[in-house]
């Protein structure tokens, strides 16, 4: 059960890939009440997925359950989610940028995950601590625009 303050949330979930669907809603939920642009909400789920999908397909060298903490907060004008993990070490700041001039054929397997996070997110950072990976997301916490009419005469962009 994720823990929601005016602007954090916390929340814990086991290393299976069904897990990341409800923290796709939790996260939803959260930007949602703040106000903050789908486009925001959007850009930082897929960027989540991206990393949840590699700690629990790669990270861990045995079949157990493992809990992945994930940490959300709205503060000085920045979304910035951690995402703390027991896994093996990995540094996905140090992983190579893909080849993505060569054709889809001729291109090794991998890599565009981690490309593709740090084109959506405005900042990242790494460390290991305490035996723990902790990976830090930061996106500019872009406001949802305020409606002041409805209908085609008054569209409203969602930036």
């Known amino acids: 059960m994720p823990e929601t303050g005016s602007d954090i949330f916390i929340a814990t979930i086991k290393n299976d890939l069904s897990e990341i669907e409800r923290l796709s809603l939790i996260i939803e939920d959260f930007v949602e009440s703040r106000n903050l642009s789908i486009k925001t909400a959007f850009e930082f789920n897929v960027a989540l997925d991206e990393i949840l999908t590699n700690v629990i397909s790669y990270a861990y060298e045995d079949a157990d359950q493992h809990l992945i903490n994930i940490r959300g907060k709205l503060a000085d004008g920045f979304l910035t989610i951690e995402v703390e993990d027991d896994g093996r070490e990995f540094d996905p700041l140090k992983s190579d940028n893909p080849d993505l001039d ?12 981690i490309h593709l996070v740090k084109k959506l997110t405005d900042q990242l950072e790494y460390r290991r601590q305490d035996g723990k990976n902790l990976l830090v997301m930061r ?5 949802q625009p305020v409606k002041t009419g ?5 569209p409203v962009s969602d930036t």
């Open 102 to 113: 060569s054709g889809l054929h001729e291109r090794p397997i991998g890599g565009l995950g």
């Open 139 to 143: 996106k500019i916490a872009n406001r």
């Open 150 to 154: 409805s209908g085609k005469d008054n």
